[in-house]
């Protein structure tokens, strides 16, 4: 299996267009890695791939990934775009992905929902872009070779259907992980997930890859530096610093954070929150980076 982290970075992306932070400008002089909007491609064969989250970025993310590239004249290696909840970060992309490119969309019943109630999406024709609609705990065949199974995790609804009361440890169709299986291998992808319950850890326990929600480094790391009023956990994601804790002895080949917000010291390679999490075992996700299980 080969995985390609298109976007490593959370909504905003690194440097996020209105944002002043410290690592916001230390992206824009290019002193720490700029990073665009949460996304991995997959493949089994390293010929067809799927892709995981359509973010606002996949141009300019596909621009840079050669096994994407075109392979004749109106003809791309995408074979299926799966979304894991409705957020903007992982389904505005879509639109990009309009020029008349079959591949199949799959999402669960709630998500493919929120997708309809959107009139533009309609520039996705169905006859080239089927709608597959995914239940949870089904096997589904993204590219030859390479299944996923889509299982609930803690989350709530997009910021563009919450109500007044916002429940945030939702565990349903809104918010999903991934389990990818190719020649033998188990990769798990859950870039957003408010809560590690015990039946979580046990779903994580063995995978050969793990690809987590790193958000935030602090619950309230936002409104310590001033950037807004809400925790992690009220926008869904569980801290980094508790999911080190939680997954600590637990075995997992490799262990990566993606989905990370700007305000997050991991996207500083220099900080010593990067070195804490290095040392516990993690790995921090970059554009780029690729894992070959
Ligand atoms: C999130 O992951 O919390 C969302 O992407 C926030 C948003 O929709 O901007
Ligand atoms: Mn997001
Ligand atoms: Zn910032």
Redesign the pocket.
């Known amino acids: 299996m080969r995985i390609i982290v298109l976007g490593a970075a959370?909504?905003?992306g690194l440097p996020q267009w209105n944002c002043g932070c410290g690592n916001c400008n230390a992206a824009r002089v290019g002193r720490i890695p700029a990073m665009t909007?949460?996304s991995v491609a997959v493949s089994a064969d390293g010929r067809d791939w799927a892709i995981l989250n359509a973010s606002p970025d996949i141009r300019a993310q596909l621009a840079a990934t050669p096994a994407l590239h075109p392979t004749g004249l109106r003809d791309m290696p995408l074979r299926s775009v799966l979304v894991t909840?409705g957020?903007?970060?992982?389904v505005a992309g879509l639109l990009t992905l309009r020029e008349s490119q079959p591949f199949a969309l799959y999402a669960t019943p709630a998500i493919h929902a929120a997708l309809s109630a959107n009139p533009m999406l309609a520039a996705l024709r169905e006859d080239l872009v089927p709608r597959r609609t995914v239940a949870l705990d089904q096997s589904i065949d993204l590219a030859p070779g390479l299944t996923a199974t889509l299982f609930a995790v803690p989350g709530k609804v997009?910021?563009?259907q919450e109500g007044a009361v916002v429940e945030t440890g939702l565990v349903g169709e809104t918010t999903v992980g991934v389990e990818l299986a190719a020649n033998g291998r188990r990769a798990l992808y859950i870039?957003?997930c408010a809560d590690l319950p015990g039946w979580l850890l046990d779903r994580i326990a063995g995978a050969d890859l793990l690809m987590f929600d790193g958000?935030l480094w602090e619950d309230d790391e936002m409104i310590r530096m001033g950037l807004g009023q809400k925790t992690g956990l009220r926008?869904?994601?569980i801290p980094v610093v508790d999911t080190i804790a939680a997954l600590r002895g637990l075995a997992v080949g490799q262990r990566v954070f993606v989905?990370m917000?700007n305000s997050n010291p991991l996207t500083d390679p220099g900080s010593t929150q990067t070195a804490e999490a290095q040392a516990a075992g993690w790995q921090i996700g970059r554009d780029g980076m690729e894992i070959t299980l």
Not at 87 to 90: K, L, P, R, V
């Open positions: 959370a909504g905003g909007q949460s909840n957020d903007i970060d992982h997009p910021l563009y870039p957003g958000t926008m869904g994601h989905h917000n």
